[in-house]
């Protein structure tokens, strides 16, 4: 269930309490709630967004959570999970210097976003810097994108929950879609963790799925 404290649904649509009151990430929309500063929360533009309108229900993100990020891009979903964890720390991972610079300079004014520049594929450079953490989250357009997520969680403490952003079309343009999500569902067990839910990102993300794991 999604703490009413930490998103806000207003007209069936999600905000986040802006970390920096009046401060527009990617010209998104404000609006004021009982004096506070909330921002509209775009599932066109945030994966995560789109598996809460999807009617995603795991969702233990905490004032205090600790998240490591996959394939942070330029922040736009790392500045919501920001908004909410205000006391917690995001390891936001990105490989590609043009978005890694917008990612710094969100980092900036942001003291929970701690940037890496580095690949994904390779955990063991940064895994010292993370330690453990809460939860896991992977939006990474490659064909090992699974592969990536099993690497990447020792870092997820036992009973974490990670989200696996699964994009069947870069693993195989030519394979249904719903083959790729059962393969991924597949190695996701067997790699010894628990589905909790696979959410579809229609129509905001075709041929996406959400899929959310315990550990």
Partial sequence: MVNSMLVKWVDSKPYTRNLIPGESIYWEVHRKINGIDYRYWDPKRSKLAAFLVCKGKTFPFDVKTSVLYLGAANGTTVSHISDMTPAGKIFAVEVAKNPFRELLALA????NIIP?????????IYERLVGQVDIMYQDISQRNQTEIFIRNSRMLKSGGVGYLMLKARCIDVTASPIKMFEECRKDIENAGFKILEMVRLDPYEKDHAAFVVSK
């Fill in 116 to 124: 890496i520049l580095e690949d994904a594929n390779h955990p063991e």
């Fill in 108 to 111: 900036e004014k942001r003291g």
